[in-house]
């Protein structure tokens, strides 16, 4: 009989490259589906009903079965008679993702057959190629078979599905789900005709007619027990007048039967992450299981198989039939499952020491860490390899490659929830570091698919797709090989120029394999932490941080907050010697001249010293023109004389001016009006005469209008207009709107619509609404209208002047710039305190990007509004990664006013991962840090923020607040050197 294949199976296997990347993974699965299919029974209505479902809804559907109803198998006969693809999690070697994104490359863009390394670990790679397949016309539906919640977990990292899904994409999913689906389809009430269908099983199997209607009444649907128990009657191993009530109570009638040695056996494979040797249960055990294994099998519980390894090579494997065995036992025995974890880690340990190069010792690797995570500590046998993770996981890449290594650093990230926090957050930066390292691609698949998309498509945009999948790989060498190979590839079509780009990039990533951004995620977490420390007054801790960032500039911008804190703090000779110790020239200079300034006004001498070394002008000009301004309210001639001594004419034009302002808000009317004529520069001297305008009253106050008039009278040139347009803009301010008209008619064009705009602006701030309005209606250019309306729709909304706010932006011509007005108004409405009027006022605005950026900004406000709308909204006003990004804005705005109930709620419809994560790890926060239960959920969700390198650093700086409530400033101070030594390990 010929093996049925699911049909994206076989749309992979047409692309040779692209199915040798992912075949472990689909041969793994095909095991798994051969099993379902070989026993399975066509099941007609329950067809008929699932597509149904598929008709009428989309999004996500919950696949909802008790286990033994038939859910992955229906599942299977799915993916066998259509072009579904299908994801069998529990049985996909561990490379499911990779082979789930390469059936639905294969079969809606067989162009471009190349599978996105990123979609390893992150959702939203699968979720752009869906974005960029979808066809509402041509549905495409997704099956997966995901891992339950149990004691007993067989994957380390949560599955990277894809959940924010497009039209046209509906996601069939049976198992633990982490969102709220859109729909649900139940087993065994879905199948109408489920009476039919048992009786043909029975049928099919030869079942004696008195057997019949005990086990129809006993099974109540459950397709498994029906299929064991039928078997065990004509084993004898049942009486059909006392059949077991239910799945449970048939394997407790099993496991009750076993004697000790069976028992062991049983939970050593229950326990078991993968099939398991029968040579490493025999040697476990030190029994001779084969006789046990082999009544097993007969009686359906187990599967034993022999798996070529190589030409000589051959292991004979077992596991159990069905998870309901393994699941059984976790419930039923879970103190001798636990011990099971630790002789199966302790006989890993000494048989990979003894011989690791026996083909058993596959298993052992891959498994080792999984029993010691499973194992509690308490148990856990001594001297473990995996006692030291990064030893470990160094030896584990060595040995099976970075996905491996990924692996069991998800299992060591589980497993550091039972110790210090540190280790956890420590183990959680190593985590999401291999997430990104995992991501890999051949140069040969990639130079296979660039070549394939080039006879379907213009060579330019297929190269621009390949290189967009091949930039989620990791910076480094391997990188820059894929590329060379990319490169010779884009050679052999003649494009040359192409072909020499791509070689010098290869070339760049070989000199320096490690990118500013690999730094900068490591640096910006350390800069979270030290900054906390400064938060928390720990000065010296905070120092200590900073000395652990690699980017000098951004080191010293954490010095300079720590000097500014010495010296509000009073600590001025420490703040001196810390400016003093400052690596980065420039950053240095300025935190000197700000110690400089400080030092100076309490007359201690080293102020002037310091003011004297400094070597970056800007720096000592700025420091200059601070102590001239504190010495003009008392002494006007020793400011004017300090301003003077400036090295160059720019800075003592800068020092004037703001000499001029500082005498003016100090009503030193001549002074101020004195300073600003003496600037030399006319552009500057002009804008701080007009400035001054505004600030003096009076003769004065003219008379700067007066001279600035006249300067600008005199001007030709670029300057000229923008000069022009400010004097009118100042005399529209002061009500003079005639004459700042006839300023602005001066020029002509583009200049005049420019002036005209401010002097519109102008005469609405100064309470001239219907001047405003009438230089509005003689302008003819769209674009300075736009923008002058939306300058006077936000100078409306600060007065409260809603209505004529909102006539203002509804008038914007430009879509893009009247739904940014609108939202902006809506946010200061909500801010005002009418929320609910806000987002009546959003609900209006045309631009999805404008209505979501408007509700993310009042997310906190509408939490203490309506959660309830504010919920509904999301579904209302939203969709894709803008919905997600809203409601974990307003998760955490839920959680800040302690409603963390609703907030997990809301948190569990959030689609992107990303955005989940940002809710949950907020909700973990507001945690008791004393409850024992903390440390494990941050576990979990920071197992969630796996997705990369990049995501999980920001996950560590948003737990920093949580890290100080447990450890203090000492466990952040302790973190930042650990995750230094570790990255560069």
Same mark, same amino acid.
């Given at each position: ?7 994206? +199976? ?54 909802? &079965? ?59 790679? #699968? ?46 999913m049976h198992g633990s789900l982490p969102v709220e689906p859109d729909t649900r389809l139940v087993l065994p009430v879905a199948d109408s005709a489920l009476a039919q269908t048992q009786t043909a099983l029975l049928e099919r199997r030869n079942c004696p007619p008195s057997w019949r209607a005990p086990l129809l009444s006993a099974a109540q649907g459950n397709l498994l027990f029906l299929s064991w128990a039928e078997r065990w009657l004509h084993l004898g191993l049942l009486d059909s007048a006392h059949l077991p009530a239910d799945l449970d109570h048939l394997l407790g009638y099993w496991w009750q039967s076993l004697h000790p040695t069976e028992r062991r056996l049983a939970v050593l494979l229950a326990a078991a992450g993968e099939p398991l040797p029968v040579a490493a249960l025999a040697s476990i055990s030190a029994e001779h299981p084969h006789l046990i294994l082999d ?52 006989? #890993? ?85 291999? %997430? ?13 698919? +660039? ?129 003093? &110790? ?46 001239? #301004? ?32 500082? +005498? ?77 008209? &006839? ?65 203002? &932006? ?38 999805? %990007? ?136």
């Amino acid at each position: 009989m010929m093996p049925v294949i699911p049909r994206a +199976f076989r749309a992979v296997e047409q692309f040779s490259e692209l199915h040798a990347t992912v075949a472990p993974a689909l041969r793994a699965q095909q095991e798994r589906v051969q099993a379902c299919l070989r026993s399975a029974i066509d099941r007609p209505a329950l067809f008929d009903a699932v597509l149904a479902t598929l008709r009428d809804q989309q999004g996500i559907v919950a696949l909802e &079965a008790p286990i033994g109803a038939g859910a992955t198998t229906l599942l299977c006969q799915l993916a066998a008679r259509y072009d579904w693809p299908l994801w069998l999690a529990d049985d996909d070697d561990g490379g499911g993702a990779l082979a789930f994104y390469a059936q639905i490359a294969a079969l809606r863009r067989p162009s471009l057959p190349l599978v996105d390394p990123a979609a390893l670990t992150d959702p939203a790679a #699968c979720e752009r190629l869906l974005t960029e397949v979808a066809d509402p016309a041509q549905p495409l539906v997704l099956l997966v078979s995901a891992p339950d919640r149990d004691r007993q977990p067989l994957r380390s990292l949560p599955l990277p599905l894809p959940f924010d899904l497009p039209p046209g994409v509906t996601l069939v999913m049976h198992g633990s789900l982490p969102v709220e689906p859109d729909t649900r389809l139940v087993l065994p009430v879905a199948d109408s005709a489920l009476a039919q269908t048992q009786t043909a099983l029975l049928e099919r199997r030869n079942c004696p007619p008195s057997w019949r209607a005990p086990l129809l009444s006993a099974a109540q649907g459950n397709l498994l027990f029906l299929s064991w128990a039928e078997r065990w009657l004509h084993l004898g191993l049942l009486d059909s007048a006392h059949l077991p009530a239910d799945l449970d109570h048939l394997l407790g009638y099993w496991w009750q039967s076993l004697h000790p040695t069976e028992r062991r056996l049983a939970v050593l494979l229950a326990a078991a992450g993968e099939p398991l040797p029968v040579a490493a249960l025999a040697s476990i055990s030190a029994e001779h299981p084969h006789l046990i294994l082999d009544r097993w099998e007969e009686q359906g519980l187990v599967h034993i198989n022999l798996r070529r390894l190589s030409d000589e090579d051959s292991l004979l494997l077992v596991r159990y039939a069905h998870r309901a065995v393994r699941l059984f036992l976790a419930r039923q025995a879970p103190r001798e499952i636990d011990a099971a974890h630790g002789e199966l880690a302790q006989w #890993c340990a000494e048989r990979l020491r003894r011989n690791p190069l026996d083909p058993i010792s596959r298993y052992l690797v891959r498994q080792l860490a999984r029993h010691t995570a499973l194992c509690p500590p308490a148990q856990r046998p001594a001297n473990l390899p995996t006692a030291d993770p990064v030893a470990w996981l160094r030896e584990r890449e060595l040995r099976e490659g970075l996905a491996g290594a990924l692996r069991d650093a998800g299992w060591m990230l589980h497993d550091a929830a039972a110790g210090p926090p540190l280790a956890l957050a420590r183990m959680a930066a190593i985590t999401g570091t291999l %997430a990104t390292r995992a991501r890999q691609l051949s140069g040969e698949l990639v130079t296979a698919a +660039f070549l394939t998309a080039v006879k379907t498509g213009g060579r330019e945009g297929s190269l621009r797709r390949v290189t967009a999948i091949v930039e989620q790989l990791p910076d480094g060498v391997p990188k820059a090989a894929v590329l060379r190979q990319l490169g010779e590839a884009c050679y052999s079509v003649n494009m040359r120029s192409a072909a020499m780009r791509l070689l010098s990039r290869a070339l760049d990533l070989e000199a320096q394999p490690v990118s500013r951004a690999w730094r900068d995620a490591r640096d910006q977490a350390i800069e979270a932490l030290a900054t906390a420390c400064l938060e928390a007054g720990d000065i010296e801790r905070a120092l200590a941080c900073a000395e652990r960032i690699d980017l000098l500039e951004r080191r010293a911008h954490v010095e300079t907050l720590v000097v500014r804190q010495l010296l509000a703090d009073g600590q001025y000779d420490h703040a001196w010697r810390l400016s003093r &110790a400052i690596l980065h020239e420039n950053r240095a200079a300025w935190a000197q001249a700000e110690v400089a300034v400080a030092l100076a006004r309490i007359g201690d001498p080293r102020g002037e010293m310091l003011l004297e070394e400094l070597k970056i002008e800007t720096a000592r000009a700025w420091a200059e023109i601070e102590l001239a #301004c504190d010495l003009a309210l008392r002494n006007e001639d020793a400011a004017l004389q300090r301003i003077a001594a400036l090295a160059s004419q720019h800075q003592r034009d800068r020092g004037l001016a703001r000499l001029a302002r500082v +005498f003016a808000l100090a009503d030193k009317d001549g002074d101020a009006l004195a300073a600003a004529e003496r600037i030399s520069n006319r552009e500057l001297r002009v804008t701080t005469l007009l400035e001054l305008r505004l600030l003096l009253q009076g003769l004065v106050a003219n008379l700067a209008t007066e001279r600035a008039t006249r300067e600008i009278d005199a001007l030709q040139g670029e300057d000229r207009p923008i000069l022009l347009a400010a004097l009118a803009s100042a005399h529209a301010a002061i009500g003079r709107k005639d004459r700042a008209l &006839a300023i602005a008619h001066q020029l002509s064009g583009e200049e005049l619509e420019r002036a005209l705009s401010r002097v519109a602006v102008a005469c609405a701030q100064a309470g001239d609404y219907a001047g405003a309005q009438a230089v509005l209606a003689a302008m003819t250019d769209d674009d300075e209208r736009d923008w002058a309306r939306d300058e006077i729709a936000r100078s409306l909304a600060a007065v409260g002047d809603w209505n004529a706010a909102n006539a203002q &932006a509804t008038a914007i011509v430009a879509n893009d710039q009247r739904a940014r007005t609108s939202a902006d108004l809506a946010i200061a409405r909500a801010r005002a305190g009418e929320v609910l009027v806000a987002v009546d006022m959003i609900r209006a605005i045309d631009l999805a %990007a404008e209505r979501g950026r408007a509700l993310v900004m009042i997310a906190p406000l509408l939490a203490g509004t309506d959660a309830a709308l504010a919920d509904r909204l999301a579904d209302e006003l939203l969709a894709g990664e803008m919905r997600s990004r809203y409601r974990a804005a307003l998760a955490v705005a839920l959680v800040e006013r302690g409603d963390v109930a609703t907030a997990a709620a809301i948190a569990r419809r959030i689609r992107r991962r990303n955005e989940r994560v940002r809710a949950e790890l907020a909700i973990v926060a507001a945690l008791d840090p004393a409850d024992p239960m903390t440390l494990p959920r941050l576990a979990t969700t920071l197992g969630k923020a796996a997705i990369g390198r990049e995501e999980m650093f920001h996950a560590l700086g948003l737990i920093v607040p949580i890290l100080q409530r447990i450890g203090g400033t000492p466990l952040l101070a302790d973190l930042a050197v650990a995750i230094v030594t570790d990255d560069r390990a």
